[in-house]
């Protein structure tokens, strides 16, 4: 060999590197396309998953449009975590930031709560007072646990009694581990319940029941537990193929579930939970209750006018069309995650596969044009069914299943591997999400 | 997933590890694999004596890089659940396994270059 073939050889190596370098760097820039110059003003009431999600696509996409975001909480809550955070797998930091951590410098944060929005004039009013106009308007202020619907519960019960409640916040959750973690060792009769209303990721009552049970089992306390899961009606989860893998995995497991059973009412003290049956009330007594209150859209948004009046009655979700998530009486509003009257689709999962429709929507009806993306009601739920395992259940408005990677991971198969996304990819990917990357 | 790109990769491991270790574990793999196929090209064969050490620490990468997952998660093997459970174990131990062969083969090569 030569010195002169060496040095081709050598040459030909890193020009072969930095030519697929320019390669890879050219095709990111050619998927941005230029943005719209404009001068509209969007307003978007709630920072959370939704809210933050958007406003930092549509910094890219707008150029000159003033945007404003409000939001009451200085703290941003990553909810998915909750469920590991109530079963002791993580703390409860895992669940929180800062909510400007996530928002870019170009936009207005107002840092306080909507108190009232007029679609007639096109202002949104803030708690301190401050009028400010729109001309588009996205409402994703999330949901109300309407905790008082519950008689003889409150916040302060929990972590202790017997009493956990993981959607009220992540120090409620670390709470919740609290009374659920005595449950898996001293054994007794464990109720989990879920509410009769529309909510946010109708699999983590399961995914709770699942892991409080494995975690008596692996602590060797199996036999000293009774677990009950209080269905709101007659099926365990919306989706009815899922629901059958569900009774399933119950029956394999021990769980009984006691179907059309509301929660209506505890008394702390002697440990009684009342809940409404067709057959009128019915009276179980529990060492661990899992509380889900009834859910609902905030005030501010039952009080606009802006809900369905004839869906969903009292529980006020915005009156959106399903695939376009624009509302049905005033074209330059949208709804975005929990508080959309779509069915389904209160998951941050739904969030993801929402913002870009509406992205599309927003800047198509700024340009002066019709968007064209739909959101065909895609939710996802990694069904944690034990520490280590997970189904990974995809599903549409049509309760199809849409699995991601059909044939490589089995939708009603526990697996690690879903386990494994739940545990380290869901929450990056959420994150990617709020920066708009993903 | 929606939109399962590149960028979007790069974003979720950005996330996962942080940018700043991510991006210094992409640059410590480029400069291994760049520095293996330097050696290669240098010598214009490979040496079966530093081969055969490579090929012996193999185990040792595999079984690392499978305790790595495991520490990192709450699971272990009794959770392998279907037959994609038994490729990703797989895939992971040989990621392992040929990485730490490629680091050893390379440290050996770039210490110890042959006389000529």
Redesign the interface.
Known sequence: ?TDAN?ET??RM?LGL?ASGLAA?VAA?RA?AAAPVKTSARVVIIGAGAGGTALVNRLVDRLEGAKITILDPSKEHLYQPGLSLVAAG?KPASYTQSKTTDWLSGDIEYINEAAAGIDPETRTVTTAGGQKIGYDFLVVAPGLVLDNDAIEGFSLDLIGSNGIGALYAGPDYAARTWQAAQKFTEDGGVGIFTRPATEMKCAGAPLKHTFLIDDIARTTGNAGKTNIIYAANNNSLFGVPIVSEKVRMLFDNRGITPAYSHVLKSIEPGKRLATFDTPDGDAELEYDYLHVIPPQRAPDVIRQSGLSWSDKWIGQGWVEVDKQTLRHLRYPEIFALGDVAGVPKGKTAASV??QV?VVEDHLVAAIEGREGTALYNG?TSCPLIT????AMLIEFDYNNNLTP?FPG???PL?????S??MK???L???Y??ML?G?? | MKDLTLTTMIAVFEEIFGTGLFWTMVAAAVLITVAYIYVLIRDRSMSMQKFLLAQLSMPFGAVAAVVFVQMMTNSGFSDIGGPIDIIVLLGVAALGAVGLAVLVYTIQSLMRPPSR
Do not use: D, H, Q
Request: proline share 2%; net charge positive; charged share 25%.
């Open positions: 060999m060496f050889s050598r190596f590197a890879t990111s998927m797998l993801k596969w870009p895609y034990r520490v280590g395992r991601s490589i991971i089995a198969e526990e697996l690690w591997i386990w494994l545990e380290v990819a929450k990056a990917t994150n990617a920066r990357k993903a």
